[in-house]
Nanobody, 115 residues
């Protein structure tokens, strides 16, 4: 099993920045990629950014150039730096860890972009 704990959500004005953190524990050696997804009420969870064990990153088109995913292996932590935030970025953000047989999810953290 892998446990994921997220932090860093909150309320921010349009144009502002936030950094989300996700710390993994447990059988983390089995993970080959981690990422962030987001979900709004009534909609499916959508991928935002992924980073794999080779540090290859992919982003949703809607966040390219504004969001950056990174990892600190010593801390077993993945970050999502979000800049130039827009009201459309408002969502619950979930951390995800991909393993060979399972996907693991954090509890989610709310990000609200509003003036």
């Amino acid at each position: 099993q892998v446990q994921l704990v997220e932090s860093g959500g909150g309320l921010v004005q349009p144009g502002g920045s936030l950094r989300l953190s996700c710390t993994a524990s447990g059988r983390i050696f089995s993970i080959y990629a981690m990422g962030w997804y987001r979900q709004t009420p009534g909609n499916q969870r959508k991928r935002v950014a992924i980073i794999n064990n080779n540090d290859h990153t992919t982003y949703a088109d809607s966040v390219k150039g504004r969001f950056t995913i990174s990892r600190d292996n010593a801390k077993n932590t993945v970050y999502l730096q979000m800049t130039s935030l827009e009201p459309e970025d408002t969502a619950v953000y979930y951390c995800n860890a991909e393993g060979p047989a399972n996907d693991y999810w954090g509890q989610g953290t709310q990000v609200t972009v509003s003036s």
